[in-house]
């Protein structure tokens, strides 16, 4: 491959403001025999086969090597469906520790 770099952003569903983003490279591999999608597919639909492919079909797949990953926050959640009306709501990046045992 050329020029493996990659970023993939992958937004929440519930608040358009918060999003991961991942980069770094990616290393793409044949799929022999689909293999891996075969797997997948079994995994996420308890089917065996998948009969849905033309003749001759190919894949890949594609390992993503993360080199930066980030959580950021739009606006500074001045827009955030999740802080907007809960003045306690944790922030994004931090991280909450558990209640002492008694």
């Known amino acids: 491959m050329k020029n493996p770099t990659i970023s993939l ?6 608040d358009f403001t918060r999003y991961i983003e991942i980069r770094g490279h990616a290393v793409l591999e044949d799929d022999l025999n689909s293999r891996f999608f075969l797997a997948m597919w079994k995994r996420l639909t308890d089917l065996d086969s998948f009969d849905f492919d033309p003749p001759g079909a190919e894949r890949v ?4 090597i993360a080199e930066q990953v980030s959580t950021p926050l739009l606006y500074g959640g001045k827009m ?10 944790i922030a994004p990046n931090t991280h909450q520790a558990p209640p002492p045992t008694p």
């Open 61 to 64: 797949t594609i390992t993503v």
């Open 80 to 89: 955030s469906a999740n802080t907007q009306h809960k003045p306690n709501a």
């Open 9 to 14: 952003c992958l937004l929440c569903d519930e």
